[in-house]
Each structure stands twice: as C-alpha cells, then as structure tokens.
C-alpha cells in the first residue's frame, strides 16, 4: 500500500499524545431541529472524504528510525466512522455532558483514519453532532477550513467555497488570540534575524521557573470531564473593551482568568502570590497553505493575571501582556522547534516537551467560528463548541473560546483526576462576564444621567420679561361746570394719551 511522507510539524503533533492526554480536537454541533443520519452520511461521503486524510491511516515506517507517514486506507469505510445514538434521559444538557465525557475520554483507534463522529437524537427536541480529529490532520485554523466544507449558508445551498491557495484568509477564520500579532510577525519574520531572536526567547521562556504546583498539576487519569458557559454577545464584549481600550480577546481572556482565580481560591491556592501560565498556539499559516489541512502555528507562554482581585486590573494587565506577546517573534521559534522535534524519535520528542510543558499548566486557544448561521443536511445550527486538547504529561486542562453567529462561550476540558468539576469554572465565567456587563451598563446609566439637560427651574422661566402691558389710562379729572366739554370728542382731545416710554420704567421694574 501506498504511503506519504508526514509533514514534520504534523508528525510532532502525532507524537504529542501522553500516556493520558491525547492530542485530539473535538467539537459539538448543536441543532434544533432533528438531524437526519442517512443525510448527514451522505454529507460526509460526498465533502469530506475529499480531504485525503480523512480516508488516511497512519503508520510509521523507515530505517534506522521509523517516522510517521500517511497510508491510503485499504477498502475505506465511511462507516467505521460515524455512528448514530439516542442520547438517554432525561435528554438534556446533562445527559449530553456526560455523553460527551464518556467520547472524549476513549482513544481513537490507530488502525484507521483518525477521525471519529457521532450524531446524536433526542438533545432537548434536536440533536447533537460529535466530532474528534487528531492533530496531526488538522490544527484550529484547518478544522474551519473542514467546517467550510460540512456545513451550508442555507438549506439546500451549496456549500462554503474553501479559501484558495494564494488567496486572503476567508472571513470566517481569524488568527485566534493575537491576531493582530503575527500579520506583522509573519510578514518580515521568516527570515534568519526574526528566528534567532525567537530563538533566544525560547530559551529565555526554558530557563524560566516551572508553573507552581496547582490542582491543574499531577498524576492523570484516563478519563475526561467537559463543560461549557453561556453564549454572550459579541456586541456587549466590544462594549465593555471599549470601555477599556481592549480588544474582544482580551476581554475573553480576562473574564477567563477572574473565573480561574475564583476556582483556584476555592481549591485552596494562595492567588494572591502564584503564577498561572498558559501555553497559546498562535497561527502561522502562510497564504500558499491557506485551504490545506495540517499544522501551521507556533506556541507562546501567556502570564495570566490570576495575582489581580479587581476585574478592571486584571482586564489592563491582560491586554498589556497580550498586546507584548503580539510582536514576539517566540512563535516562529516554537514552530520551528516543533519541526526539529518531529524528525526526532518519540522518546526525544516527549523530554522536549516534558521540558516545555512544565513551564505552563494549561492550553488557552481562541478560534473565531462562522459570522452567520449555517445549515448541517437542512437543519439550521444552533451553536457550535470546540474543544483543544493538552497533551502530553504537564497541561492539565485546556479553556477554548469559540464564537459563531455573533456569541462567543468558553469550554473547558480537564483531566477527571485533576479537575472533576470543570463547570464550576464555566458558572464562574457566566458570573464574571455578567458582572463586567453589569458594571458598564452602570456606569453607561450614570454617564447618560449626567449628560442629560436638566429641567429648567421655575426661576429662570419668570426671568423672562412679561408682555408689555398695556398703559392703564389715568382717569380723567372732574370737569367743572364751566369747562365740561360739549361732547365725547372734545374729551379725547382734552385728555392727551400717555407717551410709549412711560411704560419702560415699569418694566425694568418687572424684571428685578
């Protein structure tokens, strides 16, 4: 049988499984309406059995030391991997959860194509779609690339064109966390000056003190636990960064972060007087990749503000720490360090990233889903959640924040040892982003309050000079018998009007 050469970087992400940890993405896609399994199958044999890797095993071959390399799978049957179940009662979010933990805790079966799916009936009157993919096929960027392909702009329409090679990033899919970092990174920081500079950051980022010990660290089970938050608003997280000067990430991040420290607080950590790290993949993919599947990213070490018990210091200190990693040329050092280790042998790979892993306790990564809603075999999706993975022996959970159709949440996987109750830090999260929005709507109240014209006082309104009234005719005097006029006439002359500005004395008067 035929077999491919594994790309270097995709050949580490092969060997990035631990004992436990398995390097493995996963996503939930949520619909109303039921889904039907003949159509969705048909879906996936007509679109994503385009990808070749999806109909792909690997093997690892060579002499001296056999390397990971893709084989086109003999008698490929898409069967083998999807599979149709009812989710048990009582049909709720709970139930799926723990559906969802059972999947997430199995490990894929390296014998075929890596990949795994689920539909699922009966999720509150809809149904649910369960998707696992290695890393090796395809990184957070990749796997919008595959949603491109899966999903409609509307029942019955074509699907999504894929973005081509060359070409500009489609709009869907954005660079995730620092974004606005590496356009400026990647542009000039290919060559040699940008890599040696990484370089040094890298072994900068190696010689640093490891991450504390924290419930996130220790000996793994082979079981996971899987929760998510709310969906909030893409408009009320630019309104709060606003605010602050911060872009929507960052905003993210620093909910994320309050939510951590109240969780660590609670498991007993002094967060006043620790260190909290999370390990970032930051997208590196070049334009002639764009529309392939794959790995192009490099990764870089993030302090979270976990020290900082005010929501505004630790929204500040996030941004100012984010907006530093956005013009680190660390990434292209991590990309290139993971290619070395992908030509390495297993054993070598893991000490390096045992090494790099204890600098960190946790993945942190942000994957911007579909603008508009989108359709899977005619039925309109509801919401989409995704899922990174932290593998290998170090990373005891990873927090993912994925949006679509103008909402954004964040999910959590951990490891069922160390965190058994990942939704005690999605709950946090719900109440640390509606505490963020509760705080400008205040402060929003009180600005419009201000700005507000006051009703003029009764005061003012009698300053205004009255109407002239008009001249009150002074009676006139008593005619005496001798000089009584003969008629009405001859009165009026006798009597001459008064003049106009007699009456201004008496207005000034008024107006005292």
Not at 273 to 297: S, Y
Not at 457 to 471: G, H, I, L, T
């Amino acid at each position: 049988m035929k077999t491919y050469p594994m790309s270097a970087a995709d050949a580490s992400w092969f060997h990035n499984d631990g004992p436990s940890n398995l390097a493995v993405v996963m996503g939930v896609t949520l619909t109303k309406e039921p889904l039907d399994f003949d159509r969705v199958r048909q879906v996936y044999s007509e679109r994503l059995v385009t990808f070749e890797r999806f109909r792909q095993r690997v093997v690892e071959t060579g002499f001296p030391l056999p390397t990971p390399h893709w084989q086109d799978m003999p008698n490929f049957d898409i069967n083998q991997h999807l599979h149709h179940v009812g989710l048990p009662a009582p049909h709720n979010q709970a139930a799926l959860v723990a559906l969802v933990n059972d999947i997430a805790s199995a490990p894929l079966d390296h014998s075929i194509p890596l990949w795994q799916t689920w539909v699922v009936d009966d999720v509150e009157g809809g149904s649910a779609l369960i998707m696992r993919c290695h890393h090796c096929i395809a990184d957070g960027t990749a796997m919008m690339i595959l949603l491109q392909k899966l999903y409609d702009p509307a029942p019955g329409a074509p699907p999504l064109q894929a973005p081509r090679a060359r070409g500009k990033s489609i709009k869907q899919v954005d660079k995730g966390l620092l974004a606005p970092a590496i356009n400026a990174v990647t542009g000039a920081a290919r060559g040699a000056l940008a890599l040696g500079a990484g370089a040094g950051m890298l072994v900068g980022e190696l010689l640093r003190k490891d991450d504390p010990p924290s419930p996130l660290k220790g000996e793994f089970a082979p079981a996971k636990r899987v929760a998510w938050s709310e969906p909030f608003p893409i408009a009320d997280i630019k309104a709060i960064g606003l605010r602050h000067g911060a872009k929507v990430n960052d905003v993210l991040v620093a909910a994320m972060t309050g939510a951590l420290r109240t969780y660590l607080k609670g498991r007993g950590v002094d967060v006043n007087n620790t260190t909290l790290r999370a390990m970032v993949p930051v997208d590196l993919r070049p334009p002639e990749r764009m529309g392939q599947l794959g790995n192009e990213f490099g990764l870089v070490v993030l302090d979270l503000a976990v020290t900082k018990a005010r929501a505004d210091h630790r929204l500040a200190l996030t941004k100012a720490r984010m907006d530093a990693l956005k013009h680190s040329p660390e990434p292209l050092a991590t990309r290139a360090l993971l290619d070395l280790m992908g030509r390495l042998p297993k054993v070598l790979e893991d000490f390096s990233n045992d090494l790099f892993g204890r600098k960190a306790s946790l993945v942190m990564t942000n994957v911007t889903g579909p603008r508009e809603e989108l359709y899977l075999a005619g039925a309109p999706i509801e919401r989409m959640l995704a899922w990174a993975p932290h593998p290998g022996k170090q990373l005891g959970m990873a927090v993912s924040i994925f949006s679509y159709k103008g909402m954004a949440g964040l999910t959590v996987i951990g490891d069922a040892h160390l965190v058994p109750d990942p939704e005690t830090i999605t709950e946090e999260f719900n109440r640390e982003f509606r505490r963020m929005q509760k705080t400008i709507a205040t402060a929003d109240a009180a600005a419009a309050k201000v700005a507000k014209p006051k009703a003029p006082a009764k005061k003012a309104v009698a300053s205004k000079p009255p109407a002239k009234k008009a001249p009150v005719k002074a009676p006139a005097p008593k005619a005496t018998a001798k000089a009584r006029p003969a008629t009405a006439k001859a009165a009026a002359k006798a009597v001459p009007a008064p003049r106009a500005r007699a009456a201004k004395p008496a207005a000034k008067a008024t107006r005292k």
